[in-house]
């Protein structure tokens, strides 16, 4: 299948051979001639697979023709978070930069002024957040009356955060007759729903079961004897072993994000927290510098995180097992993306065990454990795995992460950059062998009691993991 088979202008074709894409993903194949002949359409999509474009392609098409008119929309995109609205903005500026089309973008960090400046002039499309533009409607700043497209993107997302009943008092403020797409990894009874009530008779196209995840993602379970503090520990030993060039580490928590967040930074490694009570700046430059290579490790919450396209990342680690085992697919959806080989590796104490099943049953198979032992050099008999004074650091009141300790980790096979000070290079070694990094890196004893963090299946294996 070609672009040019799906019935695009020349213009969104140049736009399209611009962003260097070849070929239609399969959501784009299935959803944009549907959606170009003005039908809705219904998209059982997850974040990775170009359904943006698969949206953004024909609304440029279907936009074309017509004007907007003061404070009167055209056309709307909700989107669940922020991020994923910006995201959206800036795919419809490079795939629609043969088209005059005008944007705004209504989400919370992003001045109201320069955007209401935009709306007072009439915009083609509208990206938003539910509750900024319920605000912004009650305010009398938008007229909703002329919308004639309407995207729900990640609707299961938006059932997560709560904001299904904003998006109905939304959709029940446009005109009925208007065509409507919905996107969503997975069809909860909610969501179905609001298909059901506020879609005409849409076309459903479902380009990967909701339960799969890509097959380019290496799936590994890393088992931890301990809490919190040993989480912390295996997770500082993964990035050192596992050859981690750059990694979203998911907690469930934000409150942990920040804890982890600090721990890391603490440990030299190079990383920086992503969680929704963050400024929206702050976000955003985070979000870039992350893009950009300068921050190796971005340490999140399901939310701020979700649906970031990030390219070329090699891990997912899940600090925390999600409760959700579906929010599991998503997670590790943001690695393997492209047909190139990511990695997904969730920490998992005894706790988790249930969680650990919940996930295996979604995605029918057993996730394997991870070959190895993840014990530093120093998690010997000579020194303690966890050093007292490691402890002490993350033990200590948060506050701004102080100068980087002297590491007391093995980082030799790591990609991430440790902060300066330390004596290890940032990893240019190539990614060991399975034999070498099986091999114990001096005489292992098994812990005694009492004794924190043991890591991997080298000597011992939880029951929960021998079923
Ligand atoms: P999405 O699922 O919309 O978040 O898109 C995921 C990634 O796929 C983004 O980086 C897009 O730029 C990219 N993409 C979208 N369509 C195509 C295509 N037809 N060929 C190659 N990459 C694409």
Redesign the pocket.
Same mark, same amino acid.
Request: aromatic share 8%; no cysteine; glycine share 18%.
């Given at each position: 299948m070609k672009?040019e088979e799906l019935g695009l202008s020349p213009e969104v074709l140049g736009a399209?051979a611009d @962003?260097?894409?070849?070929?239609?993903?399969p959501i784009?194949a299935q959803a944009i001639p549907h959606l170009l002949m003005g039908r809705d359409v219904l998209g059982i @999509?997850?974040?990775?697979?170009?359904?943006? @474009?698969?949206f953004t392609l024909p609304m440029i098409e279907i936009l074309a023709a017509g004007r907007a008119r003061a404070r009167m929309p055209r056309s709307l995109i909700l989107e669940p978070t922020r991020e994923l609205a910006a995201?959206v903005a800036e795919?419809f500026a490079i795939y629609g930069k043969n088209h005059k089309l005008s944007m705004a973008l209504l989400i919370g960090g992003v001045s109201f002024v320069e955007q209401n400046e935009k709306l007072d002039r009439g915009v083609d499309v509208l990206i938003a957040t539910p509750g900024r533009l319920l605000d912004q409607f009650e305010r009398g700043r938008i007229l909703l009356a002329d919308i004639k497209i309407l995207v729900v993107d990640e609707a299961d997302r938006m059932l997560d955060m709560g904001f299904i009943p904003d998006v109905e008092r939304i959709i029940k403020l446009l005109p009925p007759i208007r065509q409507t797409a919905m996107f969503s990894a997975t069809m909860p009874t909610e969501v179905k729903r609001l298909t059901d009530s506020y879609m005409m008779n849409p076309r459903r196209v479902e380009v990967a079961p909701p339960a799969s995840a890509a097959e380019t993602v290496v799936q590994r379970l890393v088992a931890v004897r301990g809490g919190f503090t040993e989480k912390r520990k295996a997770l500082r030993d993964l990035i050192a072993s596992e050859n981690v060039r750059n990694a979203i580490v998911f907690c469930n928590r934000k409150r942990d994000v920040k804890i982890v967040d600090q721990s890391l930074r603490r440990h030299g490694i190079n990383a920086q927290a992503l969680h929704g009570d963050l400024p929206q700046p702050v976000r955003t430059a985070t979000l870039e510098k992350f893009r950009a290579g300068e921050i190796s490790i971005l340490v999140a919450s399901d939310v701020a995180a979700r649906?970031l396209?990030i390219?070329d990342m090699s891990h997912v680690i899940n600090f925390d097992v999600p409760m959700n085992p579906e929010d599991y697919i998503h997670r590790i959806g943001r690695t393997g993306? @492209?047909g190139r080989e990511g990695h997904a590796l969730t920490l998992a104490t005894a706790a988790d065990a249930k969680y650990v099943q919940q996930i295996e049953r979604l995605i029918g198979g057993k996730i394997e454990p991870i070959n190895s032992v993840v014990q530093s050099a120093d998690q010997t008999q000579a020194t303690p795995p966890v050093t007292p004074q490691a402890e002490r650091d993350d033990s200590r009141p948060r506050g701004d992460a102080k100068a980087p300790r002297k590491r007391t980790s093995n980082r030799r096979n790591s990609g991430i950059k440790i902060a300066a000070n330390t004596d290890v290079k940032p990893a240019t070694a190539s990614k060991p062998t399975e034999t070498e990094r099986d091999k114990p890196r001096r005489t292992q004893r098994r812990p005694q009691q009492g004794e924190p963090a043991e890591l991997g299946m080298g000597d011992h294996t939880p029951a929960f993991l021998q079923r």
């Open positions: 672009f399209i @962003a260097g894409y070849t070929e239609p993903t784009q @999509a997850q974040t990775g697979t170009g359904k943006t @474009a698969g995201q795919n649906g396209d390219d993306r @492209a």
